[in-house]
């Protein structure tokens, strides 16, 4: 009895140990500089879009949760106003799902945002695993602007403020004219 004991508790200590190593070792964001982490995700039409597949454009991402859904609306609206037109640069609000209570069925989420679309795109990241890559912030919307040649050009953990969309903006032109740069 005292060996089974024993040997619970070494188990049990080591599950908390590998536990906790997981935590210390977690990858850093990705930052300016960096290669995109690849991702695919659905739509509320369940489209598969994925992020290796948009090369050759810009990408503009807005990663939030239902929380901050108004300040990923503001990012995405003054988006849309200065680039709704030029198939060269695509945005996507990309919705971290994993604090949706789970009685509430996913085609009930969909149904909303096809009766209520967002001014861009809206991906649903269900699991969060997206979120838990990118390692984005509760309270404030994360962005990420990633280059035709998929580098990270920009990142941001903000609110909208005029100052800082008018720099993602000039980060946007600037790709746009000199695109083989990136």
Known sequence: MKLFIAATVSII???MLVAFADEQT???????????PDWTLQDAEEKEHNLKKLRGKVVFLIMGNRKIRKEDDKWAEAF??????NEQVVAYIIGDLRSVPGFIPKRFIRGQLKKNPPP?????DWKGEVHK???TGEKKPTLYLISQNGTIVFHRKANFKPKIYAE???????LLATPDAN
């Open 13 to 15: 200590f080591f599950g």
């Open 26 to 36: 977690e990858t850093a964001p990705p930052k300016v500089g960096d290669t995109a």
């Open 80 to 85: 849309q106003k200065a680039y709704g037109e």
């Open 120 to 124: 861009v795109g809206f991906l649903l």
């Open 133 to 135: 890559r990118y390692q």
């Open 168 to 174: 993602l903006k000039k980060e946007i032109d600037r």
